[in-house]
Structure formats: C-alpha cells, structure tokens
C-alpha cells in the first residue's frame, strides 16, 4: 500500500522567505509524485511531478521539488515567498490506472 | 478543449435523498477516478474506471455507486444522502500512456451539503 505524510499541516512565512513544505512517502514501487496546489475555492492545479527523469523537477510558479530516495522525500521549496502563494498545497503519489494517493493538505500563509 | 467538466457546482440535499454527480472529459483519456475533499484529510479515491463498463472501489466506496458507458463520462451515484457525505467532490481522468502518463486533470468540483 502506498501512502504520503506532509510534515506540519499548517505553515506560515513572510513575503521574501523560503518556502518549503515537507512530504515523505511510501511506495513498493518506484513512485511516480506530485504536488498540486489549491486556491480558495478551486480545483487542484498541478504544480509539478516526478517520473524518475530527473530527481530535482522545476514546477510553475517558481516552485521546485527534490526527489531523495534514500529519505523516500520530496520536499516542495521555492526562494522567495510571494503572497500569491497562500493557498494549500497537496503532495500525492501515483499508483496503478492512475489512482493517487494524497497527503493531509499543508496550508500555507505569506505575511507582509 | 474543455477538459474535465462537472455539474453541478453547488447542491444542497436532504438526508435520504439520492442523487447523481455529473462527470465528463473530452481528452479521450481511459481512466477516470472519483475523490472526496475533507478538511484535514486530504483527497480520498472514492471509485475509479480504467475503461468503459470496468470500475472498481477506492479507499471510501460506501454510499456511492458508479457506472462508465462511455470513455466520456462517469457520473457518481449517491443511493441515500447522509450528512457524513458533506464534502467537496472532484472527478479526474489521466491517459493510459503518452507524456501526460499516470497524471490526474482534474475538474473544477462539486460542493455538496446534506442536511
């Protein structure tokens, strides 16, 4: 069975500051792995994904993703924070036919 | 292309009352899933098809039921309202191969009361 952790489910930093939002994974597979992110009162969009061609992914929005096998990690950072970023942020793994598997949801807050 | 679309946006039911969630896509993508949002726990796999006339449970099927006639569509099925159904409901298909493989598009959701 596979599963996904998102370490805090709540984070918060000031415009400027890193970003990063943790999530650890299971998986009897080698893991296909997303993150999606979700504005107030929409759907999920796709930030970035894993498919084992490169262990650091670059996403939209100046968010990038590592990949660490040995940690079974794939931490969500980006540089600077700007206050669009404030949304929820949703770490998945991918299973057969497509099915995810997704973590508990991290909201994050950006402060001026 | 409009992708994944779902109807309604919006419903209020009832306890008991039964009703059906809408779902279409127009990438001619084989698999199709079903997930609920609750605060807290993430999305949760309701019920998936891989192909036309086969679907199977997720994580959380019960109270819901399914059916996949055609590649296009795959409308969910709620037999009797009850309030734990309150929730935010997203369908979602992804293709069986190709550069998009194994990622999920999904539609803009249905929010859902039941009293």
């Known amino acids: 069975a596979q599963s996904v952790t998102q370490l805090g489910s709540h984070v918060s930093v000031s415009e400027g500051a890193l970003v990063l939002l943790r999530c650890n994974y299971s998986?009897?597979?080698?893991?296909?792995l997303f993150w999606y992110v979700q504005y107030p009162n929409q759907g999920l969009q796709l930030l970035l994904k894993y498919t084992s061609a490169a262990t650091l992914v670059k996403g939209i929005n100046g968010f990038e993703a590592e990949f660490k096998k040995s940690e079974t990690s794939f931490h969500l950072t980006k540089p600077s924070a700007h206050m669009s970023d404030a949304a929820e942020y949703f770490c998945a793994v991918s299973g057969n036919y497509g099915k995810l598997t997704f973590g508990q949801g991290t909201i994050l807050t950006v402060h001026p | 292309n409009a992708g994944v679309t779902q109807t309604p946006k919006f419903q209020v039911l009832k306890t008991g009352q039964s009703m059906t969630l809408q779902c279409a896509q127009d990438?001619?993508?084989?698999?199709m899933s079903w997930y609920r949002q609750d605060p807290g726990m993430g999305l949760r796999l309701i019920h998936y098809s891989v192909g036309a006339g086969i679907t199977d449970q997720g994580e959380v099927p019960n109270g819901y039921n399914v059916s996949r006639s055609t590649t296009e569509d795959f409308p969910l099925r709620l037999l009797s309202a009850a309030p734990s159904q309150t929730s935010v409901y997203f369908c979602a298909s992804s293709p069986k191969g190709g550069p998009s493989y194994n990622e999920q598009f999904f539609g803009p959701g249905t929010r859902l009361t039941v009293l």
């Open positions: 990438m001619n993508h084989e698999y």
């Open positions: 998986s009897s597979v080698p893991p296909y």
